[in-house]
């Protein structure tokens, strides 16, 4: 099952997500209303860049399998959603998503009923490869019902909530440090100083310090490095080289951004790759 992205600079596409809704909660002909599916799984392709804007879900969601540059801003922090991990969006919580293109994930609708006692918050679980092919197959095959039931159970089950602060970043929520953020985020090469943001944005340089580390918790310089992390994570995976990849988020050395990421990350982007290939459903916790 294939769905194409239609989403693009910033329109929202509500539709997508009604239509995954409503396999969840609208009675299918030929089945009872105790045969609803309690979770459903779409394939998302993005041939060109998508934004999904602020939206709310009456399922919890679950995103993973990500190919390329996918982001997540959900309470309060942006989530750069990597190949060996997903992530979970509990009912209710507002959130706008967000590739680059050449992305494609899954996402996965999972109904209250199904997982009452998982995080009520957004965060980042392992989805192992048992879980990936169980999710897969619910979405291909028609199931006897009692066998979609117990399949939906296990999959839950199988999910481990894990560290997600490798893959979150805080976002300031003042417009004018939100607008600074953005541009980085969008072009993380970008070189500009304090002194001449604070001049962007007419504020001090003294208050722009002071504000970005109240809001996020990091200095400029920190918040920056770590921005240039999270993007770099999605080019790593979509198969970009070192020194593309460090070239795109604003390293002309290669040595230079291996060492920022290894200090970020715990380990060098040559083990992370290694970790994608092998399939180690962790390797953004892990260390060398």
């Known amino acids: 099952m294939t769905r194409q992205a239609i989403s693009q600079s910033g329109q929202a596409a509500p539709q997508l997500d009604v239509q995954v809704e409503q396999q969840l909660d609208a009675p299918v002909e030929g089945r009872t209303s105790s045969q609803v599916y309690g979770v459903y799984t779409g394939y998302f392709e993005c041939p060109t860049p998508a934004t999904w804007t602020d939206h709310v879900h009456d399922t919890h969601e679950l995103l993973w399998g990500a190919r390329g ?3 997540v801003e959900a309470d309060g922090g942006l989530f750069a959603v990597p190949a060996t991990l997903g992530l979970w969006i509990p009912a209710g919580v507002v959130h706008a998503v967000k590739s680059t293109q050449g992305t494609g994930f899954y996402c996965s609708h999972i109904n209250a009923r199904v997982a009452p006692q998982l995080e009520s918050r957004t ?3 392992t989805v192992p490869t048992a879980a990936q092919e169980l999710l897969r197959h619910m979405s291909k095959f028609d199931m006897d019902d009692s066998i979609r039931k117990r399949s939906e159970q296990v999959v839950v089950g199988l999910l481990e909530v894990v560290d997600a602060r490798p893959m979150l970043l805080p976002m300031p929520v003042d417009p004018r440090l939100e ?3 953005r541009a980085l985020l969008d072009d993380p090469a970008l070189d500009r100083s304090l002194e001449e943001w604070s001049v962007e944005v007419a504020i001090s340089v003294r208050n722009l310090s002071r504000l970005f580390h109240k809001e996020t918790g990091m200095t400029f310089a920190q918040w920056r490095i770590h921005a240039r992390v999270r993007v ?11 020194s593309t990849v460090s070239r795109r988020v604003g390293y002309n050395n290669p040595s230079a951004f291996v060492q920022v990421f290894r200090k970020v990350m715990g380990h060098t982007p040559g083990w992370y790759v290694s970790s994608l290939k092998a399939g180690n ?6 260390s060398e």
Do not use: E, K, N
Not at 232 to 242: E, F, R, W
């Open 69 to 71: 540059v996918l982001t």
């Open 123 to 125: 965060v980042a679980v």
């Open 179 to 181: 607008l600074i953020a």
């Open 232 to 242: 770099a994570l999605g080019l790593l995976a979509a198969g970009y080289p070192v």
């Open 281 to 286: 459903h962790q390797s953004l916790a892990g």
